[in-house]
């Protein structure tokens, strides 16, 4: 499992406090279909939890990659979700988290967040 994502780290979690929307990019063991669609923007209900997921937006790039949209993003959900499937994730590149994007880093970089990226506003 390979995973890249995009990390906020602030002083005093103004930012934690705020719903974003988490972006991301996905590769799946096996084919995807129209149903993900229909299922993710539905939510999909864990029982062990007893919960429903929010809504979530897939959309399906290639046979085996999606780009998802989450608001909520409770403990390894997605691969959960997937997991209703039987389609495990191989692999996981978070894109953006709110406003702020991943943008040009590479692997292992970092950069401190612009003053309009800490600014308090909720975002999607």
Same mark, same amino acid.
């Given at each position: ?15 934690? $406090? ?74 996981? $590149?978070?894109?953006?988290?709110? $406003? ?25």
């Amino acid at each position: 499992f390979c995973a890249k994502t995009v990390l906020c780290c602030q002083k005093y979690g103004q930012l934690a $406090h705020i719903p974003k929307v988490k972006r991301d990019l996905r590769t799946l063991a096996k084919p995807l279909t129209d149903e993900y669609i229909a299922v993710f923007r539905e939510g999909i209900y864990f029982a062990y939890e007893n919960m429903t997921t929010q809504p979530a937006c897939l959309e399906i790039l290639s046979p085996y990659t999606a780009r998802l949209s989450i608001i909520e993003g409770k403990y390894h959900q997605v691969k959960r979700m997937f997991g209703y499937f039987r389609n495990p994730v191989l692999a996981l $590149h978070r894109v953006s988290v709110g $406003h702020i994007t991943l943008g040009d880093l590479e692997q292992g970089q970092s950069r401190l967040l612009t003053k309009e990226e800490t600014a308090l506003k909720a975002c999607c």
